[in-house]
């Protein structure tokens, strides 16, 4: 009997080698090029919809003093960017149609911080409330999940100023000096009348 003759392989070897070395070396290069050039220094955000940046959108609220002139001095006034837990701030550019009486700062990695001007006298307001005196400025807090709106009971004028809960006390103490030099105190008005 003779011997069976060898069986060629569909593929020269060298051509065999490639195809099978191809598609590591493709993936060891997409690695090395995503390395390489990686995202700028800059992180991008997991959920493309948790992307911050462009301009801030705000749910009006009742504001019936907005346009009056304390708020527009008050305004006028504010600094042109915070520093909230280490970070500085820059105003954001608030979406049309923006809310009378409102600014915001914040950047793309921040959660914002928005002041509003000439709004309702807070509900929470009480003889019995606890306010905060900060650069002679009494505020009201209220707490809502991780933010907190702070109240600034004792002017011609309410303002609000929702910061997030890791903001730090930077914004509140910024906005007490920019109020406590653009208003006049006034006394509390803890009934509603």
Not at 179 to 191: C, E, G, H, M, Q
Request: hydrophobic share 40%; aromatic share 4%; proline share 13%.
């Amino acid at each position: 009997m003779a011997p069976e003759p060898e069986p060629t392989p569909l593929l020269p070897r060298p051509l065999l080698a490639v195809a099978v070395g191809l598609p590591a070396l493709l993936a060891a290069g997409v690695a090395a090029v995503g390395l390489f050039l990686g995202t700028g220094g800059q992180e991008q955000p997991a959920d493309p919809s948790s992307d911050r940046s462009g301009p801030l959108a705000l749910v009006p609220v009742p504001a019936p003093r907005a346009e009056a002139d304390e708020c527009r001095g008050l305004l006028s006034k504010l600094p042109m960017q915070l520093v909230s837990n280490g970070a500085t701030l820059p105003r954001r550019e608030l979406a049309s149609p923006a809310p009378p009486g409102a600014v915001a700062w914040g950047d793309a990695r921040h959660e914002p911080i928005v002041l509003r001007c000439g709004l309702d006298r807070p509900g929470d307001l009480t003889p019995t409330s606890s306010l905060r005196v900060i650069s002679d400025v009494q505020w009201l807090e209220i707490t809502e999940g991780g933010n907190a709106t702070w109240y600034v009971v004792d002017r011609p004028v309410y303002v609000a100023l929702t910061v997030p809960s890791d903001a730090g006390t930077g914004p509140l103490q910024d906005i007490s000096t920019t109020v406590r030099d653009a208003l006049p105190a006034v006394p509390l008005d803890t009934k509603g009348s």
